[in-house]
């Protein structure tokens, strides 16, 4: 089986405003553009609430919030439950407030199981629509294993792989398991049953387009175009600089054992080799195998029937959560 493509008229690409006083939730998934989007929204504030839209809170996005609204630890690497004002303050603005529309993004809500997905419907009183954003699986799969690296761990991709293929055709996703099945229930399933299928959207982003995700949040907030600032945020690294990056990190575990590692890596060096290191136009870029197609090909005809049969409605073309994207044989590294 594959994935089937839709005929052109049959791909929805543009959606409408939804109606006044909607509260638009957009669980993620990670690594599609959400960061991106986040940060438009936080630097839009102010004209996103001249036109009637309000992006709750001061911060950049919505995860404090969702990880007390699920039960969270504050980060998942400490015990303990992440604080009940996290979510209280926002809460009240989402129901206070008087606006046309509220907009509240992260995508810590797409890790949650069917009974903390019933924990997010308690909360959310007020008209809501659940987004959810995805794209072409091995761009995913390859852009979550550097992500990880990022947060200083340091499996080899191949090894990192060989856990995220383990179930077929289920997929999983080491260090964000948004795909997970454990409960009997699926990623968009569990949500559309806890808020209705008429009440999400699921969006494949078009891999050739970088501005889909921007124009499909104006649409649904009924905003001019241009009104989200174009940002590309939360950028990749080269091959070199992820090869180094997980070396430094296994060498940095096996000397130390620490867990300072992380804080070493993505809220220090990571962000600052990506911001200011100059790249030599030979720098090779990472590829996936030709193995990851096959059995991202496979996941995505799951994912795609597990869309369908929850009858949420879908903009893009299901048919892309297969493209395969930068595919081949490893790019030789330098040996230093």
């Known amino acids: 089986m594959t994935v089937e493509a839709r005929e052109p008229e049959d ?19 990670p690594k599609t553009g959400t960061t991106s989007l986040q940060q438009s929204a ?18 950049e996005n919505h995860r404090r919030f969702a990880r007390s609204l699920l039960g ?10 992440a604080p009940a004002h996290w979510s209280t303050g926002i809460l009240k603005q989402l129901v206070n407030d008087e606006r046309d529309y509220a907009l509240v993004s992260s995508e810590t809500f797409s890790t949650a199981d069917a009974r903390d997905v019933a924990r997010v419907r308690a909360a959310f009183t007020m008209p809501t629509h659940v987004v959810l954003t995805l794209r072409p699986l091995p761009g995913m799969l390859l852009s979550t294993w550097q992500q990880c690296v990022k947060n200083a761990e340091f499996r080899p991709f191949d090894a990192w792989l060989d856990e995220a293929f383990r179930e077929l055709p289920m997929l999983r996703m080491p260090g964000g398991d948004v795909f997970k099945e454990r409960d009997g229930t699926n990623l968009v399933g569990r949500w559309a049953d806890a808020f209705g299928p008429e009440n999400m959207t699921v969006v494949v982003l078009d891999p050739t ?6 124009r499909v949040f104006e649409d649904l907030l ?54 200011e290191r100059p790249r030599r136009t030979d720098e090779p870029s990472l590829r996936v195998p030709e193995r990851v197609t096959r ?3 496979t996941a995505a005809i799951r994912i795609a ?25 490893p790019a030789p590294l330098p040996g230093r």
């Not at 791909?11 to 998934?29: D, F, N, Q, S, Y």
């Open 305 to 329: 029937e597990q869309i369908e049969s929850a009858g949420v409605r879908v903009v893009g073309d299901l048919s892309d959560l297969a493209a395969a994207g930068r595919v081949g044989d």
């Open 42 to 59: 936080a630097g839009s504030r102010q004209r996103l609430r001249a036109g009637g839209v309000m992006y709750p809170g001061r911060y």
């Open 222 to 275: 009924g905003q001019r175009r241009g009104t989200l600032e174009r940002v590309t945020a939360n950028s990749g690294m080269s091959a070199v600089e992820t090869e180094f990056f997980r070396q430094a990190a296994e060498r940095i575990f096996l000397e130390t054992g620490s867990r300072a590692r992380r804080d070493l890596f993505h809220g220090g060096a990571v962000n600052t080799v990506i911001a």
């Open 209 to 214: 387009d970088r501005d889909h995700i921007f």
């Open 295 to 297: 059995h991202a090909a």
């Open 11 to 29: 791909v929805v690409t543009e959606v409408a405003a939804l109606p006044r006083g909607t509260t638009v939730l957009h669980i993620g998934a």
């Open 72 to 81: 969270y630890p504050k980060e998942p690497w400490l015990t303990g439950r």
